[in-house]
């Protein structure tokens, strides 16, 4: 029997919290089913920064190289907020996201019936919503150069670089279009071409593309409208494809659409390596309050179970716990409404495992 080696970077914040709770509920699941997990932690972020004076350790690097898969909490945190953009916690998840060249996040955003009154959308607009995002993440502003504060006529200026090659754009257009063609076969492909030439050449290679795939329906949006869009009439969505930083941004519109940013999870794949990790952040008002939902990183962890490991039967599994823990009426504050069962993350986590071994006796 196969041996899943899983390397496990807590971070920050609610972090450990949340990141504890998806690994009792895979290893409930590995005793179910006989497939067995190995954890191996590392450290990444403010407390990486903190012990070993860099965000991303190369001892933290190389269990991620040789690991089958990442599972990571979040970074960052006040704490830190006062550092330079180029020594803070988030620059390890950068310099992590490039050196496994993990240039495709995937961030499913569904909204689940029982939390249909937790969204801020009225219900009839979010009922029916199930879209991913797919967020070009080792290229655009955040790593091209030159960047940094200038001094330029004896003042200072600041400079970012939004940067595309071509290469880096076919290869997540082309991934885009392929899970489209699993899903409902509709892509949209966001930019702001009206103005950014980055913008105009993905324009291009998307319309390149799109011959390769005739059965995938393609709609060209700028990101102000998408925007806008996706809280107009989130169901119309199938997949969306976009850059960097729009990819960033409309993934946080699309979380809150679901109720809350702790039910977003993410996959972020390349063609050797892949990290899975909640849309969200190291959440540092509620952090050692137990009060963080799981459900984003738990979520996570069904993500790799099928794009990491292939093994289908049991990513489902997962996601009908969830489904049934919020079927039975389970919430953690940020998903609360009245009548419910208000819980903590570990209460949330009891539910989900109980909910796990329902699911599969019935399997
Ligand atoms: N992938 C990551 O590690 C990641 C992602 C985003 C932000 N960050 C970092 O996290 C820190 C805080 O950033 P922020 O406050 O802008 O964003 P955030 O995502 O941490 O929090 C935004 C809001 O959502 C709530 N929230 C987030 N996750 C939740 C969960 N699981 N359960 C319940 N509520 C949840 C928080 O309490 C907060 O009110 C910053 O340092 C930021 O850079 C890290
Ligand atoms: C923390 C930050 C660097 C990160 C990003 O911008 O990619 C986060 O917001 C995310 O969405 O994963
Ligand atoms: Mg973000």
């Given at each position: 029997m196969a041996v899943y080696k899983i390397a496990v970077l807590k971070g920050d914040g609610i972090g450990p919290e949340i990141v504890n709770s998806a690994l009792r509920v895979l290893k409930r699941l590995g005793e179910l089913s006989g497939v067995s997990f190995?954890?191996?932690?590392?450290?990444?972020?403010?407390?990486a920064i903190d012990q070993k004076g860099e965000p991303l350790p190369q001892e933290t690097l190389e269990l991620c190289l040789k690991a089958d898969a990442v599972l990571l909490g979040a970074v960052g945190g006040p704490k830190w907020d006062n550092l330079p953009t180029s020594k803070r916690p988030e620059k390890g998840l950068l310099q992590i996201r490039k050196a496994l060249d993990l240039y495709a996040n995937l961030r499913p955003a569904k909204v689940y019936e029982p939390l249909i009154s937790a969204s801020p959308l009225k219900e009839e607009v979010a009922r029916g919503t199930d879209f991913i995002v797919i967020r070009e993440l080792t290229g655009d502003v955040y790593y091209g150069e030159p960047r940094g504060i200038f001094i330029e006529n004896g003042k200072r200026v600041g400079i970012n670089t939004m940067k595309y090659t071509e290469d880096e754009i076919r290869r997540v257009v082309k991934k885009a279009f392929e899970v489209a063609l699993k899903r409902r076969k509709k892509l949209t492909s966001v930019d702001k071409s009206n103005v950014l030439e980055v913008s105009g050449l993905w324009r291009d290679i998307v319309e390149e593309e799109k011959k390769n795939y005739p059965d995938v329906e393609v709609e060209h949006l700028y990101v102000d409208n998408c925007a806008m869009q996706i809280v107009r009439r989130p169901s119309s969505f199938d997949v969306i494809v976009t850059g960097n930083i729009f990819g960033d941004i409309l993934s946080d519109e699309a979380a809150v659409i679901t109720g809350s940013l702790g039910?977003?999870?993410?996959?972020?794949?390349g063609e050797k390596y892949a990290l899975y990790e909640p849309v969200h952040g190291s959440a540092p008002d509620i952090a050692g309050k137990g009060i963080a939902n799981p459900i984003a990183t738990i979520l996570s962890t069904?993500?790799?179970?099928?794009y990491s490991f292939n093994l289908e039967r049991l990513?489902?599994?997962i996601e009908r716990a969830v489904e049934l823990t919020l079927q039975k009426g389970y919430r953690t504050p940020d998903i609360y409404s009245e009548g419910c069962i208000k819980v903590g993350t570990e209460q949330m986590t009891d539910a989900i495992i109980n909910s796990l071994e329902e699911i599969w006796e019935g399997l």
């Open positions: 190995e954890f191996e932690e590392g450290l990444i972020g403010g407390i039910m977003l999870p993410s996959a972020s794949l069904a993500m790799m179970l099928r990513a489902s599994a």
